[in-house]
């Protein structure tokens, strides 16, 4: 009973192999993040390699790579690259559209990518990444820049061709970001964010009827900082019932240095009034004006003069802080005028406000 017992242990102990595992096919896992962008004749598409197959277990070395085009909504996709790039990698792949299909009507154009193991099998395509063929808008020429006090104007020539408005596209981007570790003035909880690497700006074609517009302002800069602008025209159609973009070329790069020489707003509203000493003190004159509200004011200058005398600088050598200034250094019964200048950090000064004059009542 025992050498029974003993055997059935042995039949039923941890050392029987179990069902024998199928072999992994080593399927890539499919690309789910393929996008595609068109700027006049060029098409590139991005995408995110595989790291594992359907297995989950990690790939290892190059892939195969098929990248495939397919025009309208059905139909056979046509090879255009076999690639061969590393599993995890970032997939990245530009073509230039044959003339069959960067002329004529906008239609539908879907890219896809498959990726094959070294036995030339895949678990299937990407997700389509959608542009569209046709004719597209013609380049922007002539795109200048113009540094202007209230921003970065841009103009470009139009096109007297152009035969319904097109909408442009502006791509600016920030040659001179701002280190992480900035000056006190910048940093804190109030502090303004930091300015993005990389805007774009669509400026519509509502602007001019029957064209498209040939200029804009870019307000949105920081002085000190160099920018390098882009532009493509955009035209708006409508294929298959969606309205969609077609992009054209983009333009030549164009870099500006957005210096600050501009001077602070003249201050306005300065008033005068003249305040007689109590018990007999001395008199005096107070003046007020509306504040200047530019991020970049140092504070202001205060300037005097008696009769036809020429202007003289009263206030101290460090600008006036806030929008009233106390002259003490009047006479009882002489008549003054008064101007204010407003001046920057950049030791920019504004012109003088309108004058105020008063009489400091006599003895």
């Known amino acids: 009973m025992l050498a029974a017992q ?23 896992v499919p690309v789910k993040d393929l ?27 190059n892939l195969h790579v098929v990248v495939c085009r397919r025009e309208g909504g059905a139909g056979p996709c046509a090879p255009v690259a076999d690639l061969q790039l590393s599993a995890g990698a970032d997939g990245t792949f530009s073509e230039t559209l ?68 097109t909408a442009i596209r502006l791509h600016r981007t920030l040659l001179t970001p701002v280190p992480a570790k900035t000056n006190a003035a910048r940093q804190g909880p109030l502090a303004p964010p930091p300015e993005a690497a990389v ?31 882009r532009a493509q025209r955009v035209a708006r159609v409508t294929v298959d019932g969606k309205t969609q973009e077609l992009d054209g070329p983009l333009s030549a790069p164009v870099r500006v240095e957005v210096l600050d020489v501009f001077p602070p707003a003249v201050p306005a509203g300065l008033a005068a009034i003249a305040i007689i000493g109590e018990n007999g003190g001395e008199p005096a004159i107070d003046l007020s004006w509306q504040p200047d509200t530019e991020a970049d004011l140092a504070g202001y200058i205060v300037y005097r003069r008696e009769g036809s005398a020429s202007w003289q600088r009263i206030s101290t050598a ?25 001046i920057d950090l950049g030791g920019h000064e504004s012109g003088r406000s309108g004058e105020a004059e008063e009489t400091v009542p006599g003895p």
């Open 199 to 229: 805007l774009t700006l669509l400026v519509d074609a509502s602007g001019r009827a029957g064209r498209s517009p040939d200029r804009a302002l870019d307000k949105n800069i920081h002085f000190g900082e160099t920018y390098e602008y």
């Open 35 to 61: 996008a595609a962008t068109r700027a006049g004749d060029e098409v590139s598409l991005t995408w995110t390699m595989p790291k594992k197959n359907t297995d989950k277990l990690l790939l290892k070395g």
């Open 98 to 165: 044959p003339r069959a299909l960067a002329s004529g009507v906008p239609r539908q154009l879907s890219y896809f990518v498959e990726v094959r193991n070294s036995n030339g099998r895949s678990a299937g395509m990407s997700n389509a990444a959608v542009v569209l063929a046709g004719e597209a808008p013609v380049a922007v020429t002539g795109l200048a820049t113009e540094v202007r006090k209230e921003g970065v104007v841009l103009h470009w020539n139009p096109d007297p061709q152009e035969a319904a408005p």
């Open 318 to 342: 460090q600008p006036v802080v806030g929008p009233a200034f106390h002259d003490a250094q009047v006479q009882a019964g002489h008549s003054y005028s008064y101007a204010v200048a407003a």
């Open 6 to 28: 003993a055997g059935v242990l042995a039949l039923t102990g941890c050392g029987m192999p179990g069902a024998p595992l199928p072999p992994t096919l080593n399927l890539p």
